[in-house]
């Protein structure tokens, strides 16, 4: 169930109202998207923080309240709602004074932003020297404009699946290679890590013919989807290799297990890559090849296949999941295992390791990414690139630069020498002592 709620009054819901407010039992990724940023807010009776719709709202910078029960009862079309996507809270039909609180924080917020922009142009440099890069996500057009606004300095993952969620037929390879050819444009030199298409899971393509499957999450998905229906990949690849011409391309494979599949991959590339030349289209002035890191499995893969990689890519979302069986789509399972307990910044440390090794630059693209704390840690551990929402840049940078993150990672080591099981409070205290 559907309904479009408005500050407007009497809306019958029949068409759009001006500043709508979605509120339904769950959405998918695609239905947001068809909405789009028209859209000034989401508040559903289910769904789940770490599902692709959440990051879809997160993209458009959209507040979306999840595990509001009853709304779709309790709210008639055209009712005032107020949605504070931050607080997780919502208030219906609220009272003036309510109505002048939230004025208030909006104003409070927007002058926060106004301190972030003034950094901007500033490394997110800790007080030890150590410079980590902040790079963004993005997969939408509307996404790049944020990539001046935001300071970033490249874009860390582009989820190609996006563009192919909010249409009703697969894009045609021209059609595609234009559309990568503007994003690398707007990049204006920063580079771009395209992911290839990542279906599958919860995000299903209208155009598709659904799997029947018991656990989509771990089911045909991703790169398991591109190896068994190579057309598409290929297309995929090809609109690439001739978007990126005399530019510097990055592609980056998705939800690779195990090294058989990278390698596959890599040799579908190579052979795209071969095909185009030959055809006598200009090639891409560089090629870099890389993996996401989201199974844990991948951690443990031989020596050869870090060396196979020009770089690397934490995707926190589903390494997280799979690591503590906890389905990031369900919010009772999802919130009982912290990013930082111990036995997950092992599992950071071990990556890191392996990846120095080897000599590969490493990333972390996941939401957590974006959340401060979570972020500084994960430069503590060792990883020198993260990648998050456009919108998380300013706080991540303004703490970066205001602390030691050598100091911090003495801070952890001691603390994860002591047993501790979850280091988010040493973190904090030390945070507090800053
Ligand atoms: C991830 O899993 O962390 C990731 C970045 O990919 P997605 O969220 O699109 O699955
Ligand atoms: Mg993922």
Same mark, same amino acid.
Request: one cysteine or more; charged letters at 25%; proline letters at 6%.
């Given at each position: 169930?559907?309904?479009?709620?408005?500050?407007?009054?009497?809306?019958?819901?029949?068409?759009?109202?001006?500043?709508?407010?979605?509120?339904?039992?769950?959405?998918?990724?695609?239905?947001?998207?068809?909405?789009?940023?028209?859209?000034?807010?989401?508040?559903?009776?289910?769904?789940?923080?770490?599902?692709?719709?959440?990051?879809?709202?997160?993209?458009?910078?959209?507040?979306?309240?999840?595990?509001?029960?009853?709304?779709?009862?309790?709210?008639?079309?055209?009712?005032?709602?107020?949605?504070?996507?931050? #607080?997780?809270?919502?208030?219906?039909?609220?009272?003036?004074?309510?109505?002048?609180?939230?004025? +208030?924080?909006?104003?409070?917020?927007?002058?926060?932003?106004?301190?972030?922009?003034?950094?901007?142009?500033?490394?997110?440099?800790?007080?030890?020297?150590?410079?980590?890069?902040?790079?963004?996500?993005?997969?939408?057009?509307?996404?790049?404009?944020?990539?001046?606004?935001?300071?970033?300095?490249?874009?860390?993952?582009?989820?190609?699946?996006?563009?192919?969620?909010?249409?009703?037929?697969?894009?045609?390879?021209?059609?595609?290679?234009?559309?990568?050819?503007?994003?690398?444009?707007?990049?204006?030199?920063?580079?771009?890590?395209?992911?290839?298409?990542?279906?599958?899971?919860?995000?299903?393509?209208?155009?598709?013919?659904? #799997?029947?499957?018991?656990?989509?999450?771990?089911?045909?998905?991703?790169?398991?989807?591109?190896?068994?229906?190579?057309?598409?990949?290929?297309?995929?690849?090809?609109?690439?290799?001739?978007?990126?011409?005399?530019?510097?391309?990055?592609?980056?494979?998705?939800?690779?297990? +195990?090294?058989?599949?990278?390698?596959?991959?890599?040799?579908?590339?190579?052979?795209?890559?071969?095909?185009?030349?030959?055809?006598?289209?200009?090639?891409?002035?560089?090629?870099?090849?890389?993996?996401?890191?989201?199974?844990?499995?991948?951690?443990?893969?031989?020596?050869?296949?870090?060396?196979?990689?020009?770089?690397?890519?934490?995707?926190?979302?589903?390494?997280? #999941?799979?690591?503590?069986?906890?389905?990031?789509?369900?919010?009772?399972?999802?919130?009982?295992?912290?990013?930082?307990?111990?036995?997950?910044?092992?599992?950071?440390?071990?990556?890191?390791?392996?990846?120095?090794?080897?000599?590969?630059?490493?990333?972390?693209?996941?939401?957590?990414?974006?959340?401060?704390?979570?972020?500084?840690?994960?430069?503590?551990?060792?990883?020198?690139?993260?990648?998050?929402?456009?919108?998380?840049?300013?706080?991540?940078?303004?703490?970066?630069?205001?602390?030691?993150?050598?100091?911090?990672?003495?801070?952890?080591?001691?603390?994860?020498?002591?047993?501790?099981?979850?280091?988010?409070?040493?973190?904090?205290?030390?945070?507090?002592?800053?």
């Amino acid at each position: 169930m559907l309904r479009i709620l408005t500050g407007q009054g009497s809306n019958t819901g029949a068409e759009m109202p001006d500043d709508p407010i979605l509120v339904a039992r769950n959405i998918g990724p695609a239905e947001l998207l068809e909405y789009g940023r028209k859209l000034k807010g989401v508040v559903l009776e289910e769904g789940s923080v770490g599902s692709h719709a959440a990051i879809v709202a997160r993209a458009l910078a959209i507040p979306l309240v999840i595990h509001t029960s009853r709304i779709t009862a309790e709210a008639l079309n055209g009712d005032p709602i107020l949605v504070d996507g931050d #607080q997780g809270i919502v208030h219906l039909r609220p009272e003036e004074s309510v109505a002048a609180a939230f004025r +208030d924080n909006l104003a409070m917020q927007a002058e926060a932003q106004d301190r972030y922009a003034s950094l901007r142009n500033l490394p997110a440099t800790g007080t030890c020297g150590t410079t980590i890069q902040l790079y963004m996500n993005a997969g939408l057009m509307a996404d790049l404009p944020s990539l001046e606004g935001s300071g970033a300095e490249g874009v860390g993952l582009f989820r190609t699946e996006l563009q192919f969620l909010i249409r009703n037929h697969v894009p045609r390879r021209a059609e595609l290679a234009r559309l990568y050819r503007h994003v690398i444009d707007s990049a204006k030199g920063k580079p771009v890590m395209f992911r290839t298409l990542d279906i599958g899971s919860d995000k299903v393509l209208p155009y598709m013919k659904p #799997q029947d499957e018991p656990n989509p999450a771990m089911g045909w998905r991703a790169i398991r989807v591109g190896l068994d229906k190579r057309g598409v990949l290929r297309m995929q690849l090809q609109s690439l290799i001739r978007a990126s011409a005399g530019c510097p391309l990055h592609v980056m494979f998705p939800f690779i297990s +195990d090294i058989t599949e990278y390698e596959a991959a890599y040799r579908i590339l190579m052979h795209e890559l071969a095909r185009e030349q030959r055809l006598g289209h200009d090639m891409p002035s560089d090629i870099r090849v890389g993996a996401m890191l989201e199974t844990p499995a991948l951690a443990f893969a031989p020596k050869r296949f870090f060396e196979m990689c020009d770089f690397i890519s934490i995707g926190g979302n589903d390494l997280k #999941q799979f690591f503590f069986a906890a389905d990031r789509e369900n919010e009772r399972v999802r919130r009982r295992y912290d990013t930082l307990s111990a036995s997950f910044l092992m599992l950071l440390r071990q990556i890191v390791a392996r990846c120095e090794e080897a000599r590969v630059p490493l990333s972390f693209c996941g939401e957590d990414a974006g959340r401060p704390i979570e972020a500084l840690t994960f430069a503590a551990l060792g990883i020198r690139r993260l990648s998050m929402r456009p919108a998380s840049i300013g706080p991540v940078k303004h703490l970066i630069r205001r602390v030691s993150i050598s100091e911090l990672r003495q801070v952890i080591d001691d603390a994860q020498d002591s047993g501790l099981t979850n280091l988010r409070r040493p973190i904090t205290e030390w945070l507090a002592r800053q």
